[in-house]
């Protein structure tokens, strides 16, 4: 391997593993308390190597939030794609990557939920996030507008599409206020029961 070659695998391997500290840290302390010497402990590094990957707390906390909703984007598409054109099986798959262990964990959905309401980092969250919330958002409307068409249903799809993400957004929250009893496997459940009850033509068989 040429040097060049390993300095960028050592840069990259660096960066994930900062990142990776960053997302435990945000979830146990919160961004505010969060310091680079907390995440560069956490990452096994010096606060020498920390403050040559990124200049400063906040942009590190920003990477980290591009880190996440890149990896989520990412899932999303690749399964979706293997989900084929099949609407009721696009929404099955949406259910099950939304839910799926590496997606999400207690930790992310933390860092999630932190940006989020943080009035600071509001900004920074719109910013990396809005676009990929519109691309969701698109997508799960156009596939709840096609199971609507199929059920000849006379229903908003607006209002179907929402109501399906703010169940997800719920559920999401339940991992942080009660990580203990939190199941994947429920949540799912409770997804896949409000699509049952909304199109139960296509989902009878739906366990």
Same mark, same amino acid.
């Given at each position: ?16 593993k900062l990142i990776s500290s960053a ?42 939030l591009k880190f996440i909703s890149n ?50 980092? #509001? ?80 989902? #009878?068989?739906?366990?």
């Open positions: 391997m040429k040097q060049e070659n390993i300095r960028l695998k050592n840069k990259k391997d660096s960066n994930l997302i435990k840290n945000i979830s146990k302390k919160g961004i505010n308390e969060t310091t680079m010497h907390d995440v560069s402990h956490g990452a096994g590094l010096s606060q020498g190597i920390v403050n040559f990957h990124f200049k400063s707390k906040e942009l590190l906390l920003i990477e980290t990896e989520y984007l990412s899932s999303f598409q690749v399964k979706l794609k293997k989900a084929g054109k099949d609407p009721r099986q696009q929404i099955i798959t949406i259910i099950n990557n939304d839910f799926n262990k590496k997606i999400c964990s207690r930790d992310k959905i933390a860092v999630w939920f932190t940006f989020f309401s943080e009035l600071k980092f #509001k900004p920074a969250y719109h910013q990396i996030c809005k676009e990929r919330d519109l691309y969701y958002q698109n997508i799960t409307e156009n596939i709840f507008k096609e199971l609507i068409n199929k059920e000849k249903l006379k229903i908003s799809i607006t209002n179907i599409s929402r109501g399906f993400q703010a169940l997800v957004m719920g559920l999401w929250l339940d991992l942080l206020e009660d990580p203990d009893t939190f199941s994947h496997i429920k949540s799912k459940r409770i997804c896949f029961d409000y699509i049952k009850s909304h199109f139960p033509k296509q989902f #009878k068989e739906l366990l």
